[in-house]
């Protein structure tokens, strides 16, 4: 707990993070510290190079160590500065002195060579930057990244809508594919793009989905009962719920891949998530197995020698984990998204027979927009041509998809799971915070306003634990191998539905303009919308594409036969989402229960 910080709603553990620093061939050792104020707060690296002397110290590359554990690591948890140090300062006990590294004054910078802005444009970057990072403006130059000066998700969404107040306009998505300064400008000067990425960067989704041909099915011995599960994800909001789905249902032990310091820390890390889901079952915790290792890594993170342990006594393969950011293009969702599937289906590939179960999303098919009538999708119909959409995240699911049904076509014993949106639990209405409808309601709630908007799309909604128990219930018979299964509930409603729903909840709320709506959220840097704002259209667009429906009688019939109620949408359940994300909130503004 010394050791865990909480920056811009992500939890995160120091000792992770010095623990990747510390596998960098030339660094001895190493300590992060979080400084500066709740809203602008920033991660601090001090480290020990191995040919460090005592009168010379041995600075490495911001670049080059910021590289290393974005190989391992999500954005946030990348250190805005690496420090070098002579020795890292311990205190009494023999632990890093963290108060005395508080106590350095660190100028942050991205070590990029500087060249001044040289046109109106940069200007006003340079002075938007500046204000937002909270930088001197003569420290930034054109070739500097917005991310390597500091920059986050929220800044970076504070920093576009400064832009759009100054009349700069882009698409929050260009930061990311355009970070320095300079590559900033020049989306600006040439306007709008009717994409969320420049034409140029959407790749080739055909071409990427292909299966390293080494990868044919060679295990040994007949399929048999789950003895040993292999887990992505388990830190995941789904992935905690196949956990303990999985821990009920069969008496398997359940390895679970996660990206930590230690195994102890793994293993808090997975009760901590279990608890905060309402999860936690003490009887069952001997039969939880963290696998220390890094889902965006080849062979996983793991060695060699561990791979192929692994794959000699897993029984199940279960792949929940997934980077999921609604601003990422598909290079940056590929690693964990797509090269993990590979890399699991290399595991399944060999050592002991086992499936493999891929949790997928109804997305992949509805990105296909299609003018007229809205289409009706067959739980037997082909995986549709690529996504027309420049979503990343459904780009690398879509590939994935294409994938796994590659090494279907090997005799591999796959089965993908398309779920919908994954909404709370059906009895408590726990739910993860951070995705977009609970993000939503919460920012709704928050602003007292919902918007007067026409929305009649289907929203999908899916329960948690209906979800999770029914890709157990799906796993366990041999006969669905091959197939893929649209988990979906046909009573859904649609966000206009959604948006009265809460009304009905909660009285006070107004309906104002779809404009006043999106400023009155852009005015709360506080409001749980505010990491989405800045992706907004400025007005409500017009709906002349109809996407199509899903026809999931057959899997509906199929988990109604293993004792699963059919999912219903009502008022009483969105209710229970509505209590549960009032009751946070009101917790979170007392200071009291923010987990």
Partial sequence: ????????????????????????????????????????????????????????????????????LLRTLPDYMVPAAFVSL?????????????????????????????VGPRNNTEKQLVEIWAQVLHVAPEKIGVNDS???????????VRMIERMRQQGLHVRLQALFTSPTLAKLAAAVESGPSPHIFPVETVP????????DPAIVLRTEGALGEMRNVFLTGATGFLGAFLLSDLLAETDANIYCLVRDASTEAAYRRIEQRLKTFGLRDADLRHRIVPVLGDLSSPLLGLSRNNFEELAAKIDVIYHSGATVNFFYPYSLHKAANVLSTEELLRMASFGRSKSLH????????????REGAAAIISERDPLPGAPNLSDGYIQSKWVAEKIVAIAGSRGFPVVTHRPGTIMGHSQTGVANLEDFVPSFIRGCMQSGCVPDIEVHDELHLMPVDFLSRSIVAISKRQEFF??????????????????DALMAFDPTLQRVSYEKWTSR?????????????????????????????????????????????????????????????????????LGVGAD
């Fill in 1 to 68: 707990m010394d050791t865990q910080v909480k920056i811009r709603g992500f939890r995160i553990e120091l000792g992770e993070i010095e623990a990747q620093l510390n596998q960098h061939p030339r660094i001895q050792d190493s300590a992060v510290i979080a400084q500066g104020q709740e809203g602008n707060r920033q991660l601090i690296a001090f480290y020990r190079a191995k040919d460090t002397q005592a009168e010379r110290l041995v600075h490495l590359p911001y670049k080059e160590l910021r590289e290393h």
């Fill in 86 to 114: 002579a020795t890292i300062p311990l205190s009494a006990n023999g632990k890093v002195d963290r108060r005395a590294l508080s106590r350095k004054d660190v100028k942050i910078t991205s070590g990029q060579e500087y």
């Fill in 146 to 156: 917005f991310f390597e000066l500091g920059g986050h998700s929220l800044l970076a």
């Fill in 204 to 211: 080739d989704l055909d071409r990427e989905a292909t299966l």
């Fill in 358 to 369: 891929f949790i997928s999303t109804l997305s992949v098919a509805l990105a296909q927009e």
């Fill in 482 to 499: 091959g197939r893929v299964f649209n988990i979906t509930s046909p009573h859904g409603i649609t966000g206009r539905e959604l948006v």
């Fill in 521 to 589: 959220v852009a005015g709360n840097p506080g409001n749980a919308l505010a990491r989405y704002v800045a992706a907004f259209p400025e007005r409500v667009p017009e709906q002349r594409l109809v996407r199509p429906q899903f026809d999931s009688e057959e899997t509906l019939s199929l988990l109604e036969a293993s004792g699963l109620d059919r999912p219903k949408i009502t008022q009483q359940l969105l209710e229970t989402y509505f209590s549960y994300i009032a009751e946070h909130s009101r917790q979170i503004a």
